[in-house]
Structure formats: structure tokens, C-alpha cells
């Protein structure tokens, strides 16, 4: 796989521990623990965290009473992968893009599903929602940074910047599949908003 903006040199060691340090950091994913917490995430089945980066969401769910056993995360860098593995040997760390398709076994989903903080960082995030849509049994959460007017799609053409409208991607999310049978969005913290996604078949 080629290497990502992910992978330069010292990039994630110096990433992981902005996430760790900084107090606008700790505040966004205290409010997204929160928040998890009062939407009754179900971590009793297979979740998956797609863009998992270093394994701090993976550190937020084990503080939920996610059991090691059950979390899958994937990411497309090598760099945080090795990060996160070397940190956490008891869970399972895989390669593996969000937006290129199948990203599991055909025929595998996961009972909920965590893609944080990853779709601002792509071009765009048609593929990545409808694989995510397609590979959730029950829910599905999903934070980006989004804005509530109605009309904010914006492409900067770089990987940075990307700021969407909540009421247009709650319409692409519903387009996806008929087994979406809800989404709602929550701003949490500086245009970080969530929207949990719940599935038809849960
Ligand atoms: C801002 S970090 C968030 C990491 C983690 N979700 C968190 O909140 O701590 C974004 C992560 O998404 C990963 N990523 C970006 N684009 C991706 C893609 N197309 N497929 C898989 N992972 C991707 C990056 O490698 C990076 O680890």
C-alpha cells in the first residue's frame, strides 16, 4: 500500500500525542465519550472502528466496557497502525482503507461501527459512508466536522479543510441503503458534529 500523509516521518508519534495533550483534544473526546455513553452504544457484539488511528477510540471503548475481543480497527497508515499495535497487543489492528471498497470479508458486519474523525480528511466521502452503511448490522457513528447550514459542501482539494452540511449528509447517509432506518446528528464541540446512524436490521 502507498504510503499516506499519515505516514512522514515522526507524523504519528507527534499526532498521538497532540491528541493526548491537547486541551481542545481532551475536551472533544470527552464530549464524544459522552456522548456515546448517552446514545447507549452497544459494545457487546463486533465493533468496528474504521480509521482507528493510534488506538485512542479504542482506549475510549474499553472505558465503556468494550471487551479487547470484540473491536476490529482498521486504518490505511502503516505508521499509525504500529502505534497502536505496539500499544495495544490485545486487539486486533488491521491495514486496510475506509474508501476503496470491500473492507472486511464479503458477507461480515459488525453489530456498530465508529468512523471518527476521518471523512474530513478525504476527498470526498460517498464510498467510505456506503461501506460503512453496507458492513453495520446495527448502528453506525459517524464524526466529521460539519456545519448546519444547509448548503456547506466544501472540497478544498487538499486532504485538510473539509467541512460539510449535517442536513446533506444525512440525506446521502439515508440514500445509501434501504436499511437505514434512521440518522440523526449531534453537534459536539468546534463544528465536530456526530451522526449515529441506526440500521434496520438491529
Ligand atoms: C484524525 S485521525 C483520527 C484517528 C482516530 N479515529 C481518533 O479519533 O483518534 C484520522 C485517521 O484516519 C485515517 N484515514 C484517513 N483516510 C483513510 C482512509 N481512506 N482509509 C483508512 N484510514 C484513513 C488516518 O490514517 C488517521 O489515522
Not at 93 to 117: A, H, K, N, W
Amino acid at each position: 500500500m502507498n504510503k499516506t500523509p499519515w505516514d512522514h516521518a515522526g507524523a504519528a508519534e507527534s499526532i498521538d500525542t497532540y491528541w493526548r495533550t491537547s486541551p481542545l483534544e481532551i475536551e472533544w473526546r470527552s464530549k464524544l465519550k459522552a456522548c456515546l455513553k448517552e446514545s447507549k452504544i452497544d459494545l457487546t457484539g463486533h465493533v468496528l472502528d474504521a480509521g482507528c488511528g493510534t488506538g485512542l477510540i479504542y482506549e475510549m471503548l474499553i472505558e465503556l466496557g468494550m471487551k479487547p475481543e470484540a473491536y476490529c480497527g482498521i486504518d490505511h497508515s502503516e505508521a499509525m497502525l504500529a502505534l497502536a499495535r505496539w500499544r495495544h497487543k490485545e486487539a486486533v489492528f488491521m491495514q486496510c482503507p475506509v474508501d476503496e471498497g470491500e473492507i472486511v470479508p464479503e458477507d461480515y458486519r459488525f453489530d456498530t461501527t465508529l468512523c471518527i474523525s476521518v471523512l474530513q480528511h478525504m476527498k470526498s466521502y460517498e464510498n467510505a459512508i456506503r461501506t460503512l452503511v453496507d458492513v453495520t448490522r446495527s448502528t453506525l457513528y459517524i464524526a466529521t466536522w460539519l456545519h448546519n447550514a444547509p448548503d456547506v459542501i466544501r472540497f478544498d482539494g487538499t486532504y485538510y479543510g473539509n467541512t460539510y452540511s449535517v442536513t446533506r449528509m444525512l440525506a446521502f447517509v439515508s440514500s445509501c441503503s434501504k436499511r437505514v432506518m434512521c440518522a440523526d446528528c449531534k453537534m459536539l464541540f468546534m463544528q465536530n458534529g456526530i451522526i449515529v446512524v441506526r440500521m434496520k436490521d438491529a
